[in-house]
């Protein structure tokens, strides 16, 4: 199983340190801003489950210019990073407008938001408190908010894994709902079985209304 995850944000609020992290486990105290997008993969082991996920990670761009290129990432993403800087105020209010963006323009309509405060090794030159992004998190329904630090590693491991287990399980209540029943084709409910002898029911009518058949919607 794998699947596709766009890391998008403001420039400098530290995408390529979180997957450079996350990845290579090294941070870099300045990286050159992503002209278009990068791209890393990784494997991760279910936890309770005998499978594995493979994320394919698509760094992104974040300057404006880039914007209309970005948007190409998006699609067939089924979960979205935003990361914003908690020292740097902007960086979060334009959150909201990624988010805006991201759902405007993706072809997963269901797609997996979280919302990811870096920097958090800077708590006392933090504008952005957490249980600002916490409510804030949860107007836009993003699934996850966490706070993350790429300098010392705090919570980057934690926050791709609970992607994964999002993703893995979401999926597979998707293949559960598909599965046909047994003995039907496709997700056709089985019809009950018609009573042959009305005469059995005291007092009763033999011919009732009948529902309509069909899959559920």
């Known amino acids: 199983m794998q699947k596709k995850v766009v890391i998008l944000g403001d420039s400098g609020v530290g995408k390529t340190s979180i997957l450079l992290r996350y990845i290579q486990n090294k941070f870099e105290g300045s990286n050159l801003p992503t002209l278009g997008a990068s791209f890393k993969s990784q494997m991760i082991q279910l936890p ?33 990073i935003i990361v914003y800087d908690i020292t740097f105020r902007e960086s979060f209010d334009s959150a909201k407008n990624w988010i805006e963006d ?24 933090a504008e952005v408190a957490l249980e600002e992004a916490i409510s804030f998190a949860r107007s836009v329904k993003a699934e996850i908010i966490k706070e993350t630090s790429a300098k010392d590693a705090t919570g980057i491991s934690e926050l791709f894994l609970e992607i994964a287990q999002k993703l893995y399980k979401k999926q597979k209540a998707i293949e559960i709902q598909n599965k046909p029943a047994s003995g039907g084709t496709g997700a056709q409910k089985p ?19 009948q529902g309509k058949g069909g899959c559920c919607k």
């Open 48 to 80: 309770n489950e005998n499978d594995q996920i493979k994320l394919n990670l698509w760094d992104t761009a974040g300057q404006e210019k880039f914007k209309s290129l970005t948007r190409m990432y998006y699609q067939d993403a089924e979960a979205a």
């Open 102 to 125: 991201l759902r405007n323009n993706a072809n997963v309509p269901d797609i997996l938001v979280a919302m990811v405060g870096n920097k958090c090794d800077l708590t006392d030159e």
């Open 191 to 209: 019809q009950p079985t018609k009573l042959q002898n009305s005469n059995s029911m005291a007092g009763g009518k033999s011919g009732g209304k």
